[in-house]
Each structure stands twice: as C-alpha cells, then as structure tokens.
C-alpha cells in the first residue's frame, strides 16, 4: 500500500498549498493501492471521502489563517498527517485488552480457518500471558481432525512451559468441559482452546465451536485470521461474528508481503477490534495491536514506537546507551559491531527494516540479506581497537590489511566504510527526529 502513499506524497512536491486539485491528484493515488491492497471497497471510499474532506478543510485554515507563516510542515506533511489519523480511526479505537475472570479462571476460544495460525497464536498468547502478565495459563487442544494436532500443540506448550491437556479419541466438546475441571487440579488460571479449522466455513464447523462456545461460556473468542488472505479475512471474520460473537480478531502472517490492507477493513466491517498482531513463526513475535504502528507503516513511514519495543526487548541496560549514542551519530564500529549483535537478536532484518521511518531512501523491492551483517561483523573484526573507534582513519593500506584479515575484497571494505559513514550520518538525523517521541518512551 506504501507506494501509494509515496506517489501521493509526490503530488505536493514543490506545491505551498494544498489544494482542492492536488488533493484530488493525492487521494486518487491511494484509492488505487488501497484497493490493490485489497481493502474492502467500501471502507477505502469512506477513507477517501474522510481524508479529502479533512484536507479541503486544512486548505480554507491554511489559506485564511495567520497560522500559515508559523508553519514550517509542508502540505505532503499535512496531507499524511490526515492520512495517518484518519488510518487510526479506521483500525480504533484500542481495545487490545483481553476480558480477565474474577474467582475463576479466564477461558480464552481460539478460532479460524485451517492454517491461518490458531495453534501457533495460541502457543504465543500463552507465551505472553506467562511472561507479560504473570499468569498461569494451560492449553487445551481441541482439534481432533487435523492429524497430529494435539502433537503440534504438546510441542509449543513444551518450548514455553505451559501444560497441554488432550484426551485422545474424545470430541471437543467432553475435552473442553475435562479440560475446565483440570485447570482447578493444575491451578492454572488461564485456558487456552485451541480449537480445530475447515478451509472454508462449513455447518460442521460451525456447530461443533458453537458447541464448544455454549458449554464453556468463554469470556473471550478470538478470532485468527491470516492477513495473506486479504479481502476474504474480512469475508470470514464477516461470517464469524455472525456465528459466534467473537471478541476480537488476531492478525497474523503480518511479516509476509501483506501489508494489512485487511487489518484496514475488519474494524470497520465488524465493529470487533484487531488484538494482536502475529509477527512471525517464532512464538516470541506476537505484538499487543497498536493502530499508530500499523497507519504509519502503511503510510510507509515505518514503526517507530514498535521498533524502539523491539529494542527493548533485547537492550539490556549498557546497551540502551548505545542506542542511544547511535542515534546522536557518536557511535564507532565497536558499537556498530554490538549493535549487529543487537540486531541479530531481534529478529530478521527484513522486519527491522519495514519499521525504519525512513523508507523513502530504501530503494523499492530493495533485498536485505541477512547474511551481509555476517560479513561485515568479519571486517570490524580484523579492525584493530584504534581502527574501530575510529582514532586511526582507514587508509588505503588499513583497508587491504583489514580486507585480507577477513577474507573480503578491498572494494567490500571501501563500500563497508562508505556506508558506516553515510549511517552515521543518517542516525543521526533519524535521532533528532525523534528526539520529541523518544522523550515518551519509557526507559529512554
Ligand atoms: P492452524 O491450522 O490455524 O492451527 O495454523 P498453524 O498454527 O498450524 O500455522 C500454520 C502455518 O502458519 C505454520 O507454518 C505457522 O508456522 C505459520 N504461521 C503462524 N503464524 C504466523 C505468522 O505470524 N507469521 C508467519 N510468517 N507464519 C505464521
Ligand atoms: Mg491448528
């Protein structure tokens, strides 16, 4: 959807005001890719009709207002500013919560067609509630048809710590009223169901949940839906709700190359809020929904608040100084090295990158390689102490020695130094730009 919103971003080029002509121009570009993005018609024309009428407003202040000479925001800044809020009106408001039991224990049904990710959310929900809130979860598993399901389940459940109740040739309903009992004997104060899917929704499927839905009287369904699967997530969690009343939607495979074009829509169509966002096929890559984060990575502007959590997540104590030290474009190539080591840690740099604000200088379709930090971690590594910290400048001679040492070629190294340059540089703006939003992050 991005490239939409850059190509709007172009009509305001070299333009002081906006206009009703220009904003035309702007909104019909991303009417294109909202739809090509597979946003539900419907809501791309109310969000058409909404930014326009927003922007119309904007060009009558902008015009009659002494305001205008105070104002360094350029009308391409003005005009995402809209779309930004707007996007977030869309997706809002918040609600990501979940509903939380008193005196008994919290059942949370997890719904959804076949391989959309149930098992996998479930085990990262579970995850989650273990490490972020503290609770006691167990999972139950409840799909009887898939072979190995309960397998699949059994291992997740393993890797994080939390039990996994089954009854082996029992059907889903006896294993979910079973499992409620168990929960008492476990002390367990949260249950996962981890129900079973169909490719498509069929009766069978639907009686079985509703089954299940009225002899455990959950005090949450959630609802999985796969974002690759574009308008049709809308359609489903459409049918769903219908059928069961879910509480909310998880989105997952958000990773891929779907840019959330559904996540747009299903507020709007169902009036039920998105909860969590699935990142990843690691259990560790769940987020808690944030509609900012998603509007400006589809505004293309990247996610900065959910990039500084995922610093968060591995920054340890020294290290938060070396973010920041970057950011003030201070930092040498033995920061540079901890902070591959960093990043390395947080996950696949095509991620990383998606959340980086400033996606205009990455070259459309532009591979990152994760191999590349490889590399270059063996050059900084044949560096000496002085060449790192930049008191020795790297000549031509340094560069071959350094080359030589790690096995690349003296061009790499150049390039290597170039770019180490040019980011530090670039860091160094991305840090003062910032500046105002880092103030509001905890820790920072
Ligand atoms: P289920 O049939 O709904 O239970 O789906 P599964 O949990 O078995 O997942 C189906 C496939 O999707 C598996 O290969 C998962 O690893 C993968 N998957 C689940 N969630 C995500 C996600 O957020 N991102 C990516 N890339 N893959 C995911
Ligand atoms: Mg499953």
Known sequence: ISSGFKEAKLKFKGKATLTEENIKEATSAIRKSLLEADVEYGVTKTFIKRVQEKALGQEVTL???????????????HFINICQEELEGLMGPVDSELKYAVNRPTSIMMVGLQGTGKTTTTGKIASFLKNQKKRKPMLVAADIYRPAAAQQLKVLGERIGVPVFHIEGENPVVICEEAKKKAFEWECDTILYDTAGRLTIDETLMTELADIKSSTSPDNILLVCD?????????????????????????????????????LSIKEVTGKPIKFLGMGEELDRLEEFRPEGLASRILGMGDVVGLMQDFERVVEDDQEDQAMRMLQGQFSYTDFYKQIEMIQKMGSLKDLVAKLPMQDMFPQGAEVDDRELLKIKAMISSMTKKERLGADNLDQSRMQRIAKGSGRAVKEVQELHQKFTGMKKMMSMMGKNMGGMMGKIPGM
Do not use: H, N, Y
Request: hydrophobic fraction near 40%.
């Open 63 to 77: 015009k009659a207002g002494k305001a205008q000479s105070k104002m360094k925001v350029s009308p391409a800044d």
């Open 227 to 263: 974002a690759m699967m574009g308008q049709d997530a809308v359609t489903t969690a459409k049918s769903f709700d219908e059928l069961l009343e879910i509480s909310g939607v998880v989105m997952t495979k958000l990773d891929g190359d779907a840019r959330g074009g559904a996540a």
